[in-house]
Structure formats: C-alpha cells, structure tokens
C-alpha cells in the first residue's frame, strides 16, 4: 500500500491524482447528458477538433502556458462542433459523416501544425506531444489550478441550470412549449460540454478524451434511473478511473497514461453491465434462471399427474425420459424444482413421481378443468 | 520528381481510391462512424499480427488484423442488443478500449515492435519506397504498392459483384430483404472490406486519418450528384485529388503527408460544402433571394391586377401607394418595381404601374395556384 502512502506525501503524485480526481467528475458528470441525449460521440469529434487549437495557440503565442492552450482547444473544439451542426442543419450530409469528416480533418490538421512545430525544435517548443496521449505525470500546480476554475464554472453551471438541462435531455419539446430558449440550452450544454473534454486533454489526451465522456455516464446510468443520482455516480466513476489509471501510468514505466485511464473506465463499464442490480446482465440472466425453472417446474407437475391418472396409482413413478417426451427437452430444471418445494421426489435411478402434496398442487392447479 | 516521390503518390494514390469506394456506401448507410471505430481498433490486431509476422504488408497481416476490425462491430452489436446501452454509447466504448489496448501494447514493446506511436497516428507513407517486393530475385515495386492494388482490386470486384444487392440495401432494406436478399451478408461483408482497406491504409496515413480519406469525398461526392455511380466515380476523383494535393501541401509546408492528405480532404469538402451547384451553401443563399425577389414581385402583380379596371385603380398603382398598402418601405417597392419591370411584369404609365399581358398572365397563374 505504499501507493496510498505516498499520495499523501509525494507532491508530484498528488498533483497526479487530483488532476485525474478532477478530469474524471467534470467528463463524468457532463458527459452524463451527452451520453442520455445520444451524442456520445459529439465528443470523440470535439476533443479530436481540439489539436489544431492547441497547436496554433501556441504558434500564436509562442507561450506553453495552460490557460492559453486550454483556451486554444476550446475555441477549436466549439468551432468544429458548430460546423457538425451547421452541416447537418443545412446539407444532407448526415450527422455521422459530419462527425467523421470534422475529427479526422481537424486532427489532420492538428498533426500538420504539430510536426511544422517540431521542426522548429528548440527543446523549449517540443512537448506539445503530451496532448495527444496525455501525460499525467506532466501535470503541474498551474495546470491543476487551471483544470479545477474551468470544472468548477462548468459544474457550477450544471446545477445552476439543473432543471432546464434535465427538461432539455429528456423532453425538449415539452420544454419548448414551456417556453424555453431550448436552442439556446442546447449550445450552452454543448458548450459545457467542450469544456469538461478540454479539461482532461492534457491528461488523457485528445485520441481517447471521448471515451472519458461516454464511459462514466454509460456505467452509472445501469445503476439507477434518476438524473441526479446518476451524474453523482458518473463524476465518482470518472474520478476512480482517472486516478487509478493515472497513478498505475506514473508508477509503472511505459504505460501511456491516456490509454491506462481508458482501460480503467472500460473496466468500471463491463463490471456495471454484469453486475448492476436489476439492469445488469447477470441479473438478467438469474431472473430468467429462475422464471424458466418456475415454468418447467408447473408443466412437469401437470405431466406427472397426467401420467399417475393413467397408471391408477399416485405413486407410479416413471422415467425422466417418458417426462421429457411430452413436457420437453428442459424437464430436469423443472423436475429439481418440485423436489425442493417437495412435490415430487425422486424414486430410483431416474424414476420421478408426486407426492400427496404435489397431487394436491396439481389438483388445485387444473381446478374444475382436471 | 523522383523515383520515390512518384511511388509514394502512386501509393497515396491507391490508397485513397480503395479508401472512398467503401466510404461511399458508408455515408450513404449512415454508418460513416463505424470506419472509425474499426480504424482505431484494428491497432490491437495490427500489433499482435506484426509480432507474429514481422512484416507490415504481409497479406497474412492484413486478414489477420482485418479480423480484430469484424471483432469490433460484432462487440458494438452484442453491446447494443443487451439494450443497455445505446449504439452512439456502445460505438464510442469500445474502440477506445481496443485502441487504448494497442496503444499500451505498442508503448510496452516498443523494442521488439518496429512500429511507434508516431507511425500510429501519422503513418510512414515517406519511408514506404524503402520496403521493396522482390520477386525471384527482381524488384518489382513497393510492396505497399501492390498490397494497395490488391485491396483495391479486392474493393472494385466487390462493388461490381454485388452492385446491385448493395444499391438496394442501402437505398431500400426492407425491399431488398423482401426480396431474399441477405442485408446481413452485405452488411458484413461492407464491414470486412472496411476492415481490410483500413489495415492496407494503415501503413500510409496511420489509424485516424483513415476516416478523412473513407468519409470525406464521398460525403464531398454525395452533394454533388444523386447518381450512386456517378458518386463512386467522383469520390474516388476527389479522394485521389485530395491525396496528390496533400502530398504536396505536406512537401512545400514540410510536414506530415498522412495530415495534409486529410486537411486537403477536408478542403474538397468545404468546396463542395460552399459552391456545390445545387446543395451549396451559395447557392442555397442565391435560390433564397432570388425566391424573395420572385415573391415580392408575384405580390406587385396580383397587387395591381386586383385594383384593375376598379375606380380606385389610378390611386392603387401608384408606387408611393405601395409602402401603405404592401407596406413595403420606399427603397424595398422601388427595387421591387425595377426588377418587375425587368422581367417585363408590369410598366410605367405617367408615374403609374400598368401590368403588362406577361404580368397579368403571372398574377393570375399565381392567384390560382
């Protein structure tokens, strides 16, 4: 555990997790509504259509400091989300072409300026790298001051606005008729939005930033059905992943960090979907256990007590097989079924037959229609 | 130009081509994302391959990696019929999950994978003339070159074979399901062929920048025309085109091809986008005016032709009347009057409209429309 102890000494590694720590509830928690409002990959265009930004910010500027290239993604991720928007409103190009055509030519772009910068190199100027992988352990006191005043506005917004986003993602029209600037909301919910991915560039870097917008929402919307319990989940599944992928990516060698977080977020994604209570698969998978052996428990019943009608004798027992001629392949699940609540039982070998509490179950089961 | 000036556009060339022919059915299928999610997560399949073949244009490589690409859209369906999650979600889950399990893969062998983060993302279209095929002992080319070919043969064969079957899943599914045509047979087989070309195009333009080359002419393409063969054709024009002139934007900007390559896409888009003869944005703002210009003008002539041969007839089609009754300020009913006496609708009478026959043959068609 000396990991946990050095979190508490170590300055650099502190520095580490709180900027993961604040990355992971910012995406969590913005991310929730895009991930609702099925615009999950709104921010796999967004964060791609940052790098041109952060390359020309600093060929603008010449400075590397936080503000200004975080300012840079900004401006070019909202630049290339209102472009999707104002192809898809005015041609018929389609969203999902758009999305495509505006990530991976602006990232095109963004690696043109990164390698004409690199070839000015001097040993000042490099670096610029860190955002496409992301780099925890790049993170400074500067950053992090930066990362936590933009999380906090974009968070201070979110539940400023609570109940105009909520109506926004789950009813726009009604909220229209309500009288809404529903237009307006939505540019300023998509702008909170870029900034909770620019937030997280320099740690996750702008290859995999999306994945930190759908992953924690994707998770925490399998645990609950409430908005508000969902986007506190989301921001805490956000942070466990930013952290743990990013204090694993500084203590081992060689473990890109960006990468390291996103696997970390796949994992709080897969135990969701099995585990969660009621949604979850392996939920799924019991109650449909337990509904099929109650179904073949009732059809074995009635066949054994069809069979004992034709023998005369409550007690005839008969083969598993013969049961499984008319009541079907699945017979065992129903068979252990009745045993257990003890209305059949076993005889020898694999002779099954009803007790008087079964029979009784059986005739209370047909009624008047025996 | 040299030798490998040339073999590295004939290759930027090939791989652009094979790149918009599937793309075209991508856009049009509305699946333009899945090139994504399939580019980005063949890295793992492309790595685990290369440990084992060593060879990055070995054909072995390609089906190999091509199959992590099928792998991905298989995950995306089964994630999304648990109806857990949605498509968007599922699409965005798992290819940066994939991607990031390559990514790692890459960083932590770097010493035995003759392959970097920078070949990822860029691609390493400049160092391509180095690798030469070798027949019998004679250099017949780049071996990216023929692989290119290959897949683009493999590409054109596809397309012609099942040209009809692909046209009517895209265009009418139920149809063509109607029809005993199989939309899952295509649907996968678009999908392996995505899957291959991207692992072909990988080696040039790196994972990313495939999607620029596979979405943008078709989508460029797609508002030019509304023929699918017409739209194939210009694609992979426009794709080639947007190849050539990145490589020499990467040449006089010194900087990366496979980025330039997708910027000068992008540029082909934003033209069509702006100046395409129908669907642009020009001229959907010329059509807009001139609409209002026609409209206003329509209204001019009913205007008079109501009042005609009526006692105040004198008073009503005077122009100064116009911005009471119309209420069209003066500068809007003076233009509005120029351009109707242009199109010969109405003339001037002593400081009074009279329609002309045109113009009343207008108006009454308007008035029963």
Redesign the interface.
């Known amino acids: 555990m000396s990991i946990v102890r050095d979190l508490f000494t170590d300055h650099t590694l502190r520095t580490v997790a709180l900027g993961a720590a604040t990355l992971g509830i910012v995406a969590g928690a913005l991310g929730s509504f895009a991930?609702l409002r099925?615009?999950?990959?709104l921010?796999?265009a967004t964060s791609?259509a940052a790098l041109p930004g952060i390359a020309l910010a600093f060929l603008v500027s010449g400075s590397k400091a936080p503000l200004t290239l975080v300012l840079g993604a900004a401006v070019a991720g909202w630049i290339g989300t209102l472009l999707v928007m104002a192809?898809v409103r005015?041609?018929?190009?389609?969203?999902?072409?758009?999305?495509?055509?505006v990530?991976?030519?602006?990232?095109?772009?963004?690696?043109?300026?990164?390698?004409?910068i690199q070839?000015r190199a001097d040993a000042a100027q490099a670096g610029l790298d860190r955002f496409?992988?992301g780099q925890a352990a790049s993170l400074l006191e500067r950053d992090l001051i930066t990362m936590a005043a933009l999380g906090g506005i974009a968070l201070a917004a979110t539940v400023l606005l609570w109940k105009e986003f909520k109506l926004l993602t789950f009813d726009p029209d009604f909220g229209a008729s309500l009288g809404f600037a529903v237009r307006r909301l939505d540019v300023l919910l998509t702008a909170l939005l870029v900034i909770a991915i620019v937030v997280g560039l320099q740690t996750v870097g702008v290859?995999?930033m999306?994945?930190m917008?759908?992953?924690p929402?994707?998770a925490a919307?399998?645990w609950t059905d409430r908005l508000g319990v969902m986007v506190v989940l989301a921001a805490a599944f956000g942070a466990l992943a930013g952290v743990s992928g990013a204090l694993v990516s500084s203590e081992a060698s060689?473990?890109?960090t960006?990468?390291?977080i996103?696997?970390a977020a796949?994992v709080v994604?897969i135990v969701s979907?099995f585990l969660a209570p009621r949604?979850?698969?392996v939920w799924r998978w019991l109650a449909d256990y337990r509904n099929r052996r109650r179904l073949g428990a009732g059809v074995a019943l009635v066949d054994l007590y069809r069979l004992a009608e034709q023998h005369d004798t409550l007690r005839h027992a008969h083969e598993e097989a013969a049961i499984a001629a008319t009541a079907g392949a699945r017979v065992r699940h129903g068979l252990e079924e009745l045993a257990e609540r003890g209305w059949a039982e076993r005889v020898d070998g694999d002779a099954w037959a009803l007790t008087p509490a079964g029979r009784a179950e059986a005739e209370r089961r047909l009624g008047g229609t025996g | 130009m040299t030798a490998p000036q040339l073999e590295i556009q004939a290759i930027a060339a090939l791989v652009a081509a094979a790149c918009a022919l599937p793309g075209v059915f991508l856009v049009l299928r509305r699946m333009a994302l899945i090139s994504d999610a399939i580019s980005h997560a063949l890295l793992p399949g492309i790595v685990l391959a290369f440990f084992l073949v060593e060879d990055l244009t070995s054909p072995l490589l390609v089906v190999g990696a091509a199959s992590t690409g099928l792998v991905t859209v298989l995950l995306v369906e089964l994630l999304k019929r648990t109806e857990l999650v949605r498509e968007d979600a599922a699409i965005g889950l798992v290819f940066p999950v994939l991607f990031s399990i390559g990514v790692i893969l890459i960083t932590r062998f770097a010493g035995d994978v003759h392959l970097d983060v920078d070949a990822v993302l860029l691609g390493e279209l400049a160092f391509a003339p180095f690798d030469r095929f070798v027949v019998a002992g004679y250099d017949v080319g780049p071996s990216a070159l023929w692989l290119m070919s290959g897949i683009l043969a493999l590409n054109v064969t596809f397309i012609v074979l099942l040209y009809k079957e692909l046209k009517l899943a895209t265009f009418d599914a139920a149809l063509a399901t109607a029809l005993g045509l199989s939309p899952a047979l295509v649907h996968y087989g678009l999908m392996a062929l995505v899957s291959v070309t991207a692992v072909g195009a990988f080696d040039a333009v790196g994972s990313i920048l495939v999607v620029a080359l596979m979405i943008a002419p078709p989508a460029a393409a797609y508002l030019l025309t509304d023929r699918l063969p017409v739209m194939l054709g210009l694609a992979t024009l426009l794709g080639v085109g947007s190849a050539l002139g990145g490589y020499w934007l990467a040449h006089w900007l010194d900087a990366s091809i496979a980025g330039s390559m997708a910027g000068a896409a992008g540029i082909a888009f934003a033209l069509a986008f702006l100046l395409a003869p129908e669907r642009g944005l020009v001229s959907l703002a010329r059509r807009r005016l001139r609409q209002r210009w026609e409209f206003a003008q329509g209204a001019l002539a009913i205007h008079l032709m109501q009042h005609e041969g009526s006692p105040e007839a004198a008073e009503e089609s005077r122009i100064e009347h116009l911005n009471r009754h119309l209420r069209w300020d003066p500068d809007f009913a003076a233009r509005v009057v120029r351009g109707a006496q242009r199109r010969g609708l109405v003339a001037r009478v002593d400081g009074s409209l009279a329609l002309t026959d045109r113009g009343r043959a207008v108006a009454r068609e308007l008035v029963v429309r």
């Not at chain 1, 099925?38 to 990959?41: C, H, N, V």
């Not at chain 1, 005015?90 to 055509?101: E, P, Q």
């Not at chain 1, 990530?103 to 004409?116: H, K, P």
């Open positions: 991930v099925r615009q999950s990959l921010g796999d791609h192809v005015t041609t018929r190009v389609k969203y999902d072409s758009a999305l495509g055509i990530l991976s030519v602006f990232f095109g772009v963004g690696l043109v300026l990164l390698t004409i070839k496409l992988f290859v995999l999306s994945a917008v759908v992953a929402g994707a919307r399998q060689r473990m890109p960006g990468p390291t996103v696997l796949g994604v979907l949604r979850g698969l």
